[in-house]
């Protein structure tokens, strides 16, 4: 059974950074396309990147360029995001899913993880 764990939300001031894991089970991560999503308070879901498992070729949303690099420790079977120059704009329950294809089935066709909420204050 493929199941994911998110975790390392919490408070953090504008300008900084937080480390979010997205540990995995019943799959290994490079076998899988594994990404993050966010959803803010009245918004929609949106993609915030993903990372490939034929390459591990990296995607972002327009954003986050620059300031968030997703990452694969296929040892510990986790995927991470790294925040840094966090924007209040930034809050939002952030949650990791995967799909055993290309990162383009991941919203449609994913295993989901619960969220962790990431608050930045201004």
């Known amino acids: 059974e493929v199941q994911l764990q998110a975790s390392g939300g919490g408070l953090v001031q504008a300008g900084g950074s937080r480390r979010l894991s997205c540990g995995a089970s019943?799959?290994?991560?490079?076998?899988?396309?594994i990404g993050w999503f966010r959803q803010a308070p009245g918004k929609e879901r949106e993609g915030v990147s993903c990372i490939s498992s034929a390459d591990g070729s990296s995607y972002y949303t327009d954003s986050v360029k620059g300031r968030f690099t997703i990452s694969r420790d296929n040892a510990k079977n986790t995927v991470y995001l790294q925040m840094n120059s966090l924007k209040p704009e930034d809050t939002a329950v952030y949650y990791c899913?995967?799909?055993?294809?290309?990162?383009?089935?991941?919203?449609?066709?994913?295993?989901w993880g619960q969220g962790t909420l990431v608050t930045v204050s201004s």
């Open positions: 019943g799959f290994n991560v490079d076998d899988y396309a």
């Open positions: 899913a995967a799909v055993p294809a290309s990162c383009d089935y991941l919203a449609d066709f994913g295993s």
